[in-house]
């Protein structure tokens, strides 16, 4: 009984301060809030026996994502207007056939994970004996879960690298 009050609390804090950071107007409020959020999802994580989570967490979310929010938010000149006119070397006909390219194979991995294995993006892997909450992470993550984990990788240099060629500057 107590523990479904604390998640139920837990939850209700998460929910209140996801809606804090998407309606406020302040964005360094905004990620304060979000700071907070990402703090009471690593208590859920400890409510739920996962310190390994719960640590990972606090230090990658609420310590360096957000570091790296903040640090966006005070370069970024928010309060100038748009620009008036469109870029000419902008190429939104390549990456929109980008994006869809990006598309298509996600949705190929996804249709050959489920004929594979009769479950989505899910590979049957071998249960071995894992002691600890870190090695079970870490057994799932490269063996039952090895393609979303793959997919997560490769979504993240798509976005690295879309970060780098939006923020070179003309030599």
Do not use: C
Not at 85 to 113: C, M, N, S
Not at 162 to 170: F, N, S, T, Y
């Amino acid at each position: 009984m107590g523990q479904a009050i604390a998640f139920y609390t837990l939850a209700a804090f998460i929910l209140g301060f996801a809606v804090l950071v998407v309606s406020t107007k302040d964005t360094v409020h905004s990620v304060l809030f979000l700071v907070l959020d990402f703090l009471f999802v690593a208590a859920l994580y400890v409510l739920l026996g996962a310190p390994f989570l719960a640590a990972i967490q606090v230090l990658v979310y609420a310590g360096g994502i957000v570091v790296l929010y903040l640090f966006v938010v005070m370069l970024v000149n928010l309060k100038r207007p748009p620009e008036a006119h469109q870029d000419p070397h902008r190429r939104t006909k390549l990456g929109f056939g980008l994006a869809v390219a990006v598309l298509l194979e996600l949705g190929a991995i996804a249709t050959y994970g489920m004929t594979r294995t009769g479950s989505p993006l899910v590979v049957p892997g071998t249960n071995g004996p894992l002691p600890g909450n870190t090695e079970q992470v870490g057994w799932l993550l490269y063996t039952s879960y090895l393609i979303p984990f793959e997919i997560a990788s490769m979504l993240l240099l798509v976005a690295m690298i879309g970060a780098i060629v939006l923020a070179k500057r003309e030599l």
